[in-house]
């Protein structure tokens, strides 16, 4: 053996390479000790909250009570102040939009005011009135019109002579140069709307449910038009109604700019009686 090469061997050469290496697991481990650790302790770090127990969820507008939620621990840092805290601060209080199974309930979600039936009523100008007349669904465009819709109706009816009564002819003349939509009302009556609303409440399951019956189809065909129109429109529509042999037509005027429009109804109409017409 050389000499030389007795000389390079230096007794712990590789000694701080291994120290170096003890340093950098030993960091490693204590890293992982303090994220474990932390992570335990987020885990156990828990706020009540109150969730929704009902495997039908919770209808819209309609009153919470104490069997329809349930207290629920999740970890502090999911946690946000809005969140619903005490059963007590839901009960019989209004649920504002239908809420899931398991759903963590939100302040925002839940309202002391009885929802309101027909609330475009609350809000009608002082100054306006409204009237009801019956029309043809399908003489005026169908499932077209809706809500919020701005119509024109030219009425016709017998001309009769004043001291014989006698019919002179046929008058044809326009009812209302441009009058609102508010609402629609079936055979029985009842504000299409609102049986909308009342079904959009319920579950996704039951709302599939309901909507595919007869019944539900027939209570959204619209017999009579609810409007909004000023004292002067409705005198006008008074002096034509006890006319002979009266008819309307009514026609749909541009929506453009129009933002009241509810083109949701008419949507969901036809995709129901795409459901229940019997496919060849």
């Known amino acids: ?72 621990p999740i970890i502090s840092r999911e946690y946000s102040k809005d969140m619903v805290t005490s059963i007590d601060d839901v009960t019989n209080k209004y649920s504002l939009y239908y809420l899931r199974d398991k759903t963590v309930l939100h302040l925002d979600q839940v309202s002391n005011e009885k929802p309101l039936k027909n609330e475009w009523l609350y809000e009608l100008d002082k100054d306006s009135e409204v009237l009801t007349i019956p029309y043809s669904y399908l003489e005026c465009a169908g499932d077209i019109l809706t809500p919020g819709d701005i119509v024109r109706i030219r009425v016709a009816y017998d001309e009769e002579e004043k001291d014989t009564g006698d019919k002179t002819g046929r008058k044809v003349g326009t009812l209302f140069e441009s009058i609102t939509v508010k609402d629609l009302l079936n055979s029985k009556g009842h504000s299409i709307y609102e049986v909308y609303k ?10 599939q449910e309901v909507m595919k019956s007869r019944d539900f189809l027939e209570n959204i ?23 002979r042999d009266i008819s309307f037509t009514i026609t749909i005027l541009s929506r453009k700019g129009n933002t009241n429009i509810m083109d949701q109804l008419p949507t969901v109409a036809k995709e129901i009686e795409s459901w229940i017409t019997p496919k060849n």
Request: aromatic share 6%; charged share 30%; hydrophobic share 40%.
């Open 221 to 243: 065909l619209p017999k009579s038009l609810v409007l909004e129109g000023t004292s002067a429109q409705v005198d006008k529509y008074a002096k034509y109604k006890n006319k």
């Open 198 to 207: 009342e079904v959009l409440k319920l579950s996704e399951a039951k709302k």
């Open 1 to 72: 053996m050389k000499v030389n090469s007795i000389k390079d061997i230096r007794p712990g050469s590789h000694l701080p390479r291994k120290l170096f290496a003890i340093f950098i697991s030993l960091l490693v481990i204590t890293g992982a000790f303090i994220v474990l650790n932390n992570a335990s302790k987020a885990a156990s770090d828990t706020v009540n909250v109150v969730r929704v127990k009902r495997s039908d969820g919770i209808p819209a507008k309609t009153v919470i009570t104490k069997e329809d939620v349930e207290v629920y």
